[in-house]
């Protein structure tokens, strides 16, 4: 949710007075509500029709992890397992079962984004456009071509999985920090 926050143009410290309101190129063009964020309600917004959302959104995330990542080596090669955030985008999508799980691609990821941006999908999860360009060029950006397939699990030997990606997007920022 904090790299949410970072595409939305907010800061994850807490505000000086008053509302705070987000206007997104990655939210539809009509759309206007409230997210909370670390104890934090926000306003946010979709950016004026224009530039097609898919493209306006897709530069945005570019920019936020711009020099933020290292790519992995052996990221093409390598088996990875995908949790929380990748797996419940994909239980949005109706790609994998909610309660088995199941494989996706890369470029499935970015191929959704494409189509939920341009609002032939999901109107009704205002931030699934986001998250999905989020997750598209995150993979991208760390090494994974879009031929490469992950597995998706919400349990490993009946344990219950997540991924702190929240924590690593912050840890990545603090380094940019320092």
């Avoid at 998706?152 to 990606?165: D, Y």
């Amino acid at each position: 949710m904090s790299a949410r926050l970072a595409i939305l143009g907010g800061v994850d410290a807490p505000p000086l007075g008053g509302s705070i309101e987000l206007v997104s190129p990655c939210l539809p063009p009509e759309f206007s509500g409230r997210w909370e964020h670390a104890d934090v309600l926000y306003t946010v917004r979709g950016q004026r029709a224009g530039e097609p959302v898919y493209q306006a959104c897709l530069n945005k995330v570019q920019k936020v992890l711009y020099r933020k990542l290292t790519k992995a080596s052996d990221a093409a090669d390598a088996d990875f397992y995908a949790f929380s955030f990748y797996y419940d985008r994909a239980v949005d999508l109706g790609v994998i079962d909610e309660k088995k799980g199941g494989t996706i691609r890369v470029s499935d990821y970015i191929q959704a984004a494409e189509r939920v941006c341009s609002g032939l999908l999901e109107p009704q999860r205002p931030f699934l456009c986001l998250d999905l360009v989020y997750i598209s060029v995150l993979l991208q950006e760390l090494g994974f071509p879009p031929h490469k397939q992950l597995r998706l699990a919400r349990t490993i030997n009946q344990v219950e999985t997540s991924w702190a990606l929240g924590a690593t997007f912050q840890h990545l920022e603090s380094w940019r920090k320092h």
